[in-house]
């Protein structure tokens, strides 16, 4: 390990005597292992393998068990998680706020699958939005943001984001190319770009303003995909190639850019990796196709060792120290 290397320079440079090397390389051994995340990790895994074995439970029993039943238990545990969240809630902030010992942000999660599943049996069994599926989706959209600003949960933002991209897919793009599944059409790509661009602006005014500016992770990782993914498959069939090529190198320069500030391997390989996708796309359609099959090769060649090189230098591309 790293600090035992410095030990042994320490030690060799008479720095430090040999007993105090001895022990410091046992009180570092000593030192309690955290298991924090690991276990936050498996309560959420859960939680959500809880509301899944609750929904297929109920599916398969749903005779016997009876409609009025099953509403009340999923009404009683989403009120009951809602309320345990509420009353162990810190004091609000547009700054992050730290994260507390209770099981309040799991029992946010959990009242928000609650929720989802609440909804989705009500409307199933009593058809209680009829084919308003638009309203279906803004309703938990609007609870969940609400939720996730209240008390600064990102999983919750998370799943807020989502269901705003499912609400502006149904409210905003044609039903027939629904019911036709025809999900390479231009208006849903460009609708796709839109809403990613619009997540990236509100990632960004959240730092500029300094409204939950820790939210920005989640809405740069969504828009970022987002927009990303759209622009190339606008890349890969539609005949305005210049225009999504000019998107994807230019989100691709932001992205590595702002890995570079905030030192993020994430963000630098989301810029890499897209970027050298619509790269090597075009190259291979501006080139011709009775091309000499060696050139293909060399080109996959020279990428192979650009990867190598990039991951040898990818600590100093973000800013990093060795």
């Known amino acids: 390990m790293q600090y035992l290397s410095l030990l042994e320079k320490l030690a060799e440079k008479n720095i430090i005597s040999d007993k105090q090397t001895y022990q410091i390389k046992v009180s570092e051994s000593n030192q309690p292992f955290s298991i924090h995340w690991e276990l936050r990790l498996l ?20 005779d016997s068990i009876g409609h009025n039943i099953i509403f009340a238990l999923f009404a009683l545990v989403c009120l009951a998680c809602f309320y345990y969240a509420f009353q162990h809630r810190k004091p609000f902030s547009w700054g992050e706020i730290e994260e507390s010992t209770n099981f309040d942000d799991f029992a946010l999660l959990g009242g928000c699958l609650a929720f989802l599943t609440l909804e989705g049996y009500l409307q199933y069994q009593y058809n209680l939005f009829g084919n308003r599926y638009g309203l279906a989706v803004i309703i938990p959209a609007i609870l969940f943001f609400f939720c996730a600003y209240f008390f600064d949960h990102r999983g919750v933002l998370s799943m807020a984001i989502t269901a705003l991209a499912s609400w502006i897919g149904i409210t905003i793009t044609p ?22 661009i619009f997540l990236i602006i509100i990632g960004w005014v959240s730092i500029q ?7 920005s992770f989640n809405y740069f990782i969504f828009g970022g995909n987002l927009t990303f993914i759209a622009a190339l498959s606008g890349l890969f069939i539609s005949d305005l190639e210049f225009i999504y090529g000019i998107i994807i190198a230019v989100l691709s320069y932001l992205s590595i850019a702002y890995a570079r500030k905030k030192q993020s391997y994430l963000f630098l390989l989301m810029g890499v990796i897209y970027g050298y996708i619509a790269f090597t796309y075009t190259v ?17 060649m020279l990428s192979a060792l650009g990867i190598v090189l990039f991951l040898i230098k990818i600590k100093e591309i973000v800013g990093l120290k060795k």
Do not use: C, R
């Open 43 to 62: 309560l959420y895994l859960g939680i959500m393998l809880l509301s899944t074995g609750l929904g297929v439970l109920i599916y398969k029993n749903i």
């Open 209 to 215: 303003k300094d409204l939950k500016k820790h939210f």
């Open 284 to 300: 291979f359609k501006i080139l011709p196709s009775n091309l000499n099959p060696f050139l293909y090769m060399l080109y996959f």
């Open 175 to 196: 039903l027939q190319l629904l019911e036709n599944n025809d999900f390479n059409s231009q208006y849903m790509i460009i609708t796709a770009i839109l809403f990613g």
